[in-house]
């Protein structure tokens, strides 16, 4: 079988990590140059291992892998992983929401398909994320960029189906299979997908096209954080399919106690 030489360091954020034997972890890593891998860190559990209070998440690491049998082998080897540097990560109102956005990666996103883009936005929102102020708007800001990275959001400057440029002073819907329309007037008030000003649909689609599009994305998010946010839970939902996301299943319970 072909063997692959060990590879330099790689940029990675831990994701998620599960007991292996005694003394290892099996990671979800997210990596910029492969997405989404499945690690074993060996020994990374012992008291005294390098390993152990690096592989955190929330904190960019720069990791390597040792070599492989074959290129299509499902679980990697990790031979290092150091912190990359940056500001700690505060946490507190934040730590949730960030179990979140690992949640929607791992649900949403194949093993082993590249998306550098998605892990710079990524790490911008983790870094909105710690302002208490601007919270609701980098969830709303990733969660877009998710979306259209992965191939589900359709164009946001015109109707889907008519095909009509949006105007920015009428109201629209966003729905997960029809795409972008006018508001209906049929039907009861409320019984419908929320409302979204074209406006913000239009700053929206400009973000999107930037190559570093999280700040921008959450300005054009913010007139309409309460709408957006019923919105993309729909749009989230239908594509994840009937299973809901174990983090949002806390948060209700949280609210509820």
Known sequence: MARAHQRPGLAAFVLHSHDWSESSLILELFTREHGRVVAVAKGAKRPYSQLRPVLMPFQQLTVVFGVKRSE????????????????????????????????????LMVRHDPHPALFDAYAQALQAMGDASLLQAALRAFELILLRRLGHLPDLSAQTVAGHAVLPDQTYELHADLGVSLVSSVGEPGGGPAAIPGQV???????????????????????????????????????????????RELMVELQQT
């Not at 912190?83 to 730590?95: D, I, R, Y």
């Not at 993309?232 to 983090?247: A, E, F, P």
Request: hydrophobic residues 55%; charged residues 15%.
């Open 72 to 107: 299509d082998a499902e679980v990697w080897l990790l031979r290092q992983a150091e912190w990359a540097g940056g500001a700690a990560w505060p946490g507190g109102a934040a730590l949730l929401p960030g179990f979140y956005l690992n949640e929607l990666l791992m649900r």
């Open 201 to 247: 649909l239009l700053d929206m689609e400009s973000a999107l096209k930037l190559s570093h599009p999280v700040p921008a994305m959450m300005a054009a998010c913010m007139p309409a954080l309460s709408e957006l946010k019923v919105v993309l839970r729909t749009l989230i939902h239908y594509h994840l399919g009937s299973q809901m996301l174990r983090t």
